[in-house]
């Protein structure tokens, strides 16, 4: 039990550290404009994100196999919880293992927020730039030369036609 749970604790913290990368590529894709390496980006992380999900599966069966064996009723055992019924080394391994899985998970959570930062300030600009673009106000009859008709045509803008 104790060598599958190292593997498994290894293999999450390499998908998460891949993750990390990924993160980082996304924040210069973001800050650069670039929606090809944005989506390049995204599409590499999709298959990151299912070995998470089976990483985790397994990890949570490797434990509660563990658990039912020494006859631990707890469904949702903790490191800290388990942590007693390893050898000393063990314990010392699967402390160094969890601390530098923890310091992945969240580097990425910051990394995350930075980019969902970045994002809904690009977002922000788009919509001041096409605020800008759009004309804010109607212009009135007087300088529209339409001399206060009542034609379907009121309330057009300068920049308004018709076909």
């Not at 993160?23 to 390496?37: L, S, Y």
């Not at 949570?60 to 388990?82: C, F, K, P, S």
């Not at 000393?88 to 969902?116: C, K, M, P, S, V």
């Not at 300088?143 to 008709?149: A, V």
């Amino acid at each position: 039990m104790t060598e599958d749970l190292k593997k498994i604790f290894r293999a999450l913290i390499q998908t998460h550290e891949q993750l990390n990368e990924l993160a980082r590529r996304k924040q210069k894709a973001v800050t650069k404009g670039d929606i090809d390496g944005l989506d390049q980006t995204l599409k590499q992380e999709t298959p990151l994100i299912a070995r998470l999900n089976q990483l985790e599966k397994a990890r949570q069966t490797i434990v509660h196999q563990w658990l039912r064996e020494n006859g631990i009723a707890a469904q949702d055992a903790t490191m800290e919880q388990l942590m007693p019924a390893f050898s000393r080394d063990d314990q010392e391994e699967f402390r160094a293992l969890y601390e530098t899985l923890a310091g992945e998970i969240t580097a990425l959570q910051e990394q995350n927020d930075l980019n969902r930062q970045l994002i809904e300030d690009s977002l922000k600009f788009v919509h001041l730039t096409m605020d800008a673009v759009q004309p804010g106000q109607m212009l009135s009859d007087n300088y529209s030369g339409r001399g206060g008709d009542d034609s379907d045509d009121k309330g057009r803008s300068l920049f308004d036609s018709k076909a």
